[in-house]
């Protein structure tokens, strides 16, 4: 039966790919990339030639209902984000929402995503957590910040590397300077490394080692 697949790509490493997730982008109809350039690179190494068709933020809106309408007539599709899980701060929502309510089968493989590692190497409890992805860039920040320094779960965000500093230094506004943080980069890349510390430490840190790669932060809750 004609369904769609979500399938989970490395986040650096490529080791990190599953038997499964080659053998379903190898036998769908098409894959939907969000950078068909970068995808391109995975698919070559493990010599996968399934046709890519674009997918991503900009255009979601427009071809899903094409997409849903060839996945009822019987193509079968996978859709895959640049690195990790589809639809975690990344395209797949609109797309899953719009199968689902079509009555079209989704199929989610298990796979890598950066913020589970991160979590769970932060030594901060886990079987409660908040994951908060990217905080809102303007509009609407502050307000979430606030909400967010009552929160007694712990607490997950992304971070873009030229954003860290400005996001640390208003975690110190509205957690507390002595809020205990984990900052995980480059997850299972060659310059992999995890920062513990209070907010400021590591402000601290990051201001004499300015940070570069993908990031995320795992901030303790209120006690």
Known sequence: MAKLYLVPTPIGNLEDITLRAIRVLKEVDFI?????????????????TTPMLSHHMHNEHKTVENIVRR?????????????????????GFLLTRACVEAGVDVDCLPGATAFVPALVNSGFPNDKFV???????????????????????????????????KSLGQFIEYFGADRQISVS??????HEET??????????????NPPRGEIVVVVSGKK
Do not use: C, W
């Not at 939907?32 to 996968?48: C, M, P, Q, V, Y």
């Not at 996945?71 to 395209?91: K, V, Y």
């Not at 994951?131 to 992304?158: H, S, W």
């Not at 980069?185 to 060659?190: A, D, L, N």
């Open 32 to 48: 939907l990339a969000e950078d068909t350039r970068n995808s391109g690179k995975l698919l070559k190494h493990f010599e996968i």
């Open 71 to 91: 996945i009822q007539n019987g193509e079968t599709f996978a859709l895959i984000s640049d690195a990790g899980t589809p639809a975690i701060s990344d395209p």
């Open 131 to 165: 994951f908060e992805g990217f905080l809102p860039v303007k509009k609407g920040r502050q307000t979430r910040l606030k909400l967010l320094a009552e929160e007694t779960r712990t607490i997950i965000f992304y971070e873009s590397p030229h954003k860290l500093l």
């Open 185 to 190: 980069r480059e997850i299972t890349k060659m």
């Open 195 to 208: 920062i513990r510390g209070t907010v400021a430490e590591v402000l601290e840190y990051y201001t004499k």
